[in-house]
């Protein structure tokens, strides 16, 4: 190694090191509120492919607890959460619909998270099933939600 390449590498390692300065900590608040599941099988399916974004239980691998991608992790549950998180269906998403919808059309997951999760590829078969299953739930969650609040 010339001197060079020393620096370099000695310099990269350092800014690797500084950015683990700037925290992206991902935590999981109490559960308030699951919604009431349709089936066990939704069930199944929604903590597969959607928890790690829209719940308080959300699981971080190792890799997704180092900067910079514990910044884009971080980003991710966040905007997640504020669209739609199953822990609080006290606060039911604006447009339920838009749900089952977004697992039919294939906009979710996101494909970046697929990427690294295999158990959350789901098959043709199992998208229908997830996407009824939360027409289904969210249509009874609903109601049951709004009519205490009328
Ligand atoms: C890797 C994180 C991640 C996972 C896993 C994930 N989502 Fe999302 N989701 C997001 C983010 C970030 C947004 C907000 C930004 C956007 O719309 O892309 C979002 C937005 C949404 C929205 C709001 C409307 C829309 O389309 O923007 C719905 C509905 C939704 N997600 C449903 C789901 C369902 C259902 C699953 C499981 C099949 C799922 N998401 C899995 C990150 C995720």
Redesign the pocket.
Known sequence: MNKTTFYAAGGLILLFGALQLVPAEVTNPPVDQEPLWDSVRTAE??KV??????SNEVVVPWYGKVAPVSWLVK???D??R???NFSQMNRP?E?PD??????LTG????R??LWM?KA?R?TESERKT?AKG?DATLHVGEETLRSGLD
């Open positions: 399916l929604v492919a959607c928890y790690d974004c829209h980003h991710d549950i905007e997640g504020a669209e739609l998403p447009e838009e749900v089952g919808e977004s697992v906009e979710m997951p996101p970046m998270y999760h959350a789901l997830l939360l």
